[in-house]
């Protein structure tokens, strides 16, 4: 499956923005969809995972400010990103994994100013 990830762009600090994981095939038999980033000179991170059964993570980091979801009919994933802070600058890349199959997507950055 390919994952274009896409929404992504500059806010203020205290901005919004909502990136989509648009899939080319069904991600109903995908376990775990995700949302990972890298910020300039760290490593990646996990930033929010959605299980088939619509359970969510989040890292600590983006609790109550960003928000996971998953349409299988339309084959995309979401991140809602609330309240966001500089600290969240970075490429967002979406993933998709089943047992020992793991794909990702392409990054979109984000870019949030003071």
Request: net charge positive; aromatic share 8%.
């Amino acid at each position: 499956v390919q994952l274009q990830a896409s929404g992504g762009g500059s806010a203020q600090a205290g901005g919004s923005l909502r990136l989509s994981c648009a899939a080319s095939g069904s991600i109903i038999l995908f376990n775990v969809m995700a949302w990972s980033r890298q910020a300039p000179g760290k490593q990646r991170e996990m930033v929010a995972s959605i299980t088939s059964n619509t359970i969510a993570n989040y890292a600590d980091s983006v609790k109550g400010r960003f928000t996971i979801s998953r349409d299988n009919a339309n084959r995309t994933v979401y991140l809602q990103m609330n309240s966001l802070v500089p600290e969240d600058t970075g490429v967002y890349y979406c993933q998709a994994r089943r047992g020992p199959l793991n794909f990702w997507g392409q990054g979109t950055l984000v870019t949030v100013s003071s």
